[in-house]
């Protein structure tokens, strides 16, 4: 298990709405914390009207083995985010639809996390929104604000299609980080479509198992 520095990390995950960001991080906390890796997660996406299945709200129905925090106000993310981060351990941001807003939350988010994880469908329309993520990063690191290294998690990917291999050489070779795990759809009765409210079941070797260790190693390089 890799070790944490002693101030922790942090790690967001964004993307469009959809992405599988919540469903992801809601498995993750339920995995790093069966590792002993101290870990809280922080849920920036307000819920709506419209707007449900959100991470606080999953940890509000189940135990994920970790504490899930409200969205504190857009200038106290930073904050919040460094406080909240336990020592040696993660903290893990919940994002929103990505939206390259200035004095938004995901600018906001973007300058407070070590790691930016861009959850992406393999699809040819896909290709903007990264070159959205990268620009925001570019425009934080040009005004010497802190900013994330990115990568890529090819995420909702059809097992039987070959367009994940595809996006993941044409990402490469665009210059991105593209991560070795993959999450797939899943729509079975057990499956992670249907994972929303329901305890995390930590299975040894399974997909997540694989995709947990993976950012633990990333982030703590
Ligand atoms: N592996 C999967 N296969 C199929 N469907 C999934 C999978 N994981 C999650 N889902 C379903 O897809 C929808 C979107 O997932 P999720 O809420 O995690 O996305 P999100 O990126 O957090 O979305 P938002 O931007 O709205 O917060 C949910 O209905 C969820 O139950
Ligand atoms: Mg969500």
Not at 39 to 61: F, K, R, V
Not at 63 to 74: C, Q, T
């Amino acid at each position: 298990m890799p070790v944490l520095p002693s101030e922790g990390r942090r790690i967001a995950l964004i993307g469009k709405g959809g992405a599988g960001k919540s469903t992801t991080l809601a498995q993750c906390l339920a995995y790093w914390s069966s590792y002993g890796v101290p870990c809280i997660g922080i849920d920036t996406d307000i819920p709506g009207d419209d707007e449900h299945g959100t991470l606080y709200e999953h940890a509000q129905l189940v135990d994920l083995g970790a504490p899930v925090y409200p969205a504190p106000a857009i200038h106290q993310i930073r904050n919040e985010a460094i406080r909240l981060t336990p020592e040696k351990g993660l903290g893990a941001l919940d994002t929103g639809a990505w939206e390259r807003k200035a004095g938004g939350p995901h600018i906001a988010v973007l300058s407070s996390v070590d790691l930016a994880v861009l959850c992406m469908q393999p699809t040819r329309n896909e290709l903007n929104r990264a070159a959205s993520v990268l620009g925001a990063i570019q425009q934080l690191e040009a005004t010497g604000a802190h900013a994330p290294q990115l990568v890529i998690l090819l995420s909702m990917v059809d097992r039987s299609a070959a367009s994940a291999d595809d996006m993941d050489v044409t990402l490469s070779e665009a210059g991105y980080t593209v991560l070795r795990s993959r999450f797939h759809l899943s729509n079975g009765r057990d499956g992670l479509a249907q994972s929303f409210g329901e305890p995390v079941r930590v299975k040894e070797d399974s997909e997540m198992d694989v995709l947990a260790r993976e950012l633990l190693d990333v982030v703590a390089r």
